[in-house]
């Protein structure tokens, strides 16, 4: 039994039964595009926020549930108080920000070498099919889920608030409460009161059969625009992603330009003002700024040569991500003393106080921000879908391809309506963690892959290798699981709840449908099972 859990997939055969014609999808997608698919992940609100918080640190809850596992263990090794909250980097959140893109650097070069090696979609589920078995491909398959379609609810959501926000700044336009907050969110504000309510055309909520009724339908609106989008075809929504990161890339650097002119040195010191468990602290949260440039593995599939164009995506959007990331930090904390912003969820804007067009520019470059997010997230999620359909795991239903558009239609479709009914309905602000802790884990799968393969598959031609291996691999995985650790304890508890429920379904409905288990995907395709052999 435990063999046949750990039964991992010829990586020939995955390159194979991606090629055959019922299967394939269009191959329009070259290094620039890739590199835009990235950058579209990675750069959202993070760049508008979190060097904010991380600067000035934050102050948790004094909640045992709310408390990084980190704090626990270092309260434990010294016999000291246990500490709520994080300190702040200061200025050295520049720092942090390099040491979180050495952490996703590790990663990153172990997506790139599994990416070159096994050109398929399906991202880390794949990779660690081919590695290190069907059990753990299922596990991280399932996380995915985390990764992209819980954290793109809360995109949706975001983009909601900014678009409301920049109508009512730019065109005096006004929603009602209602159709633009959900049920949660919009008591919230009516209990609040004050200004907040004089944003809002109306502020009464509707009454359907005795039920009070708002919903986010902006929220809704995007994701279903999106979701036409990607079934219409790639070609197509890479080209409007790389509008949008040129838009938004373009806002980032003139922020960063004009921006220069007004430092004053004086706010750079002290540099490092809280010592190094500042600088290891503000990583620790902008690191989930990063996430995003694993979704270019995905795409596989739809690329010209991805032997070739895939490594290359995958780093060049991430040292670009990351020169940017420095370059925001270093002007809002030479702007404005870094204590400024100690719990601003809107750093940057704060930065640029009194200069209204400028205010304006930088909703409009996040609201651009988001917009590709979501795309390049609604773009990756379906594809895992198909390629765990295809192996049985989940119902074949899930693995069509459309016959004119060649994309995967039916998963894009249910990954919409999916996304788009809960953020327009809930608040999933207390979700967010998911993604995070979703995403370093798949990170640790992928690291242990390179590892796997190297022994077990050494002579298999690798077009791009993570240099100093396993070094490097072993490293990121230490590295991601350090930041696995400062995450809260409530996190930790729903992670495994999430994995508890994903294996429930795999032993009811998996362990029977897979195809490999059942010895019918081991051929040339995996609906051909291989030819007898005449003795």
């Not at 198909?386 to 016959?403: E, N, V």
Request: proline share 6%.
């Amino acid at each position: 039994m435990a063999s046949k859990l750990f039964r991992t997939k010829n990586p020939d055969h995955l390159i194979a039964e991606a090629a055959t014609p019922e299967r394939q999808m269009k191959r329009v997608l070259g290094p620039f595009a890739l590199t835009c698919i990235g950058i579209g992940a990675i750069i959202g609100t993070g760049i508008f926020a979190l060097a904010g918080t991380a600067a000035a640190g934050e102050q948790l809850q004094s909640s045992v549930w709310k408390t990084p596992i980190l704090n626990f263990i270092q309260s434990w090794a010294t016999d000291a108080p246990l500490v709520f909250g994080r300190p702040g980097a200061g200025p050295a959140v520049m720092l942090s920000f390099v040491v979180a893109a050495v952490a996703c650097g590790f990663a990153a070069l172990c997506y790139a070498e599994l990416a070159s090696m096994i050109p398929v979609s399906g991202s880390a589920y794949t990779y660690s099919y081919a590695t290190l078995g069907e059990i753990i491909a299922w596990i991280i398959g399932w996380d995915l889920i985390l990764e992209y379609a819980v954290g793109n609810m809360a995109v949706a959501v975001g983009w909601s608030g900014y678009f409301v926000r920049l109508c009512g700044s730019l065109l005096g336009l006004k929603f009602p409460l209602w159709a633009v907050n959900d049920y949660k969110t919009a008591n919230t504000i009516i209990d609040q009161g004050g200004d907040g309510l004089a944003n809002y055309s109306s502020t009464t909520l509707p009454v359907i059969a005795g039920h009070t009724i708002a919903i986010n339908l902006p929220a809704l609106l995007i994701v279903a625009a999106v979701t036409w989008l990607l079934i219409y075809g790639i070609r197509e929504s890479a080209r409007t992603n790389n509008v949008i990161v040129i838009t938004k890339v373009s806002v980032v650097i003139f922020v960063i330009a004009f921006g220069a002119f007004l430092i004053h040195p004086t706010n750079w010191h002290p540099f490092v003002p809280t010592g190094i468990g500042g600088v290891m602290s503000g990583a620790a949260i902008v690191f989930f700024a990063f996430i995003g440039f694993d979704a270019v593995s995905t795409t596989a599939e739809e690329t010209r040569n991805p032997q070739r164009d895939m490594p290359i995506g995958i780093i060049a959007s991430l040292i670009i991500c990351t020169l940017l990331y420095v370059l925001m930090a270093a002007v809002i904390t030479g702007m404005r003393k870094y204590t400024t912003y100690f719990g601003d969820p809107a750093a940057v804007a704060t930065a640029f106080a009194g200069r209204a067009w400028a205010q304006a520019l930088i909703s409009a470059g996040a609201l651009a921000g988001i917009t590709s997010v979501l795309l390049v997230f609604q773009l990756g999620q379906p594809r895992i879908f198909m390629a765990m359909a295809r192996d049985g795991l989940l119902p074949q239903y899930f693995s069509r391809i459309h016959p004119r558009f060649r994309t995967p239609h039916i998963t894009t479709i249910w990954t919409g309506v999916f996304v788009g009914g809960v953020a327009a309905v809930v608040d999933i602000g207390s979700l967010a963690d998911l993604t995070n802790i979703g995403t370093l884990f798949a990170f640790i799968l992928v690291c242990l892959g390179v590892i796997v393969l190297r022994r077990t598959d050494a002579n298999r031609p690798r077009p791009f290798r993570v240099p100093m291996s396993p070094v490097f691999p072993i490293l990121g995985v230490v590295f991601c699981f350090v930041l696995m650790l400062s995450l809260p304890l409530e996190t930790w508890i729903r992670f495994f709840v999430w994995l508890g429920i994903g294996l429930l379904i795999y032993f009811l409905y998996g362990v029977g449908h897979s195809k490999l288990r059942a010895g019918v995907d081991t051929g040339i395709t995996e609906d051909q099972p291989p030819p007898l052999v005449k003795t």
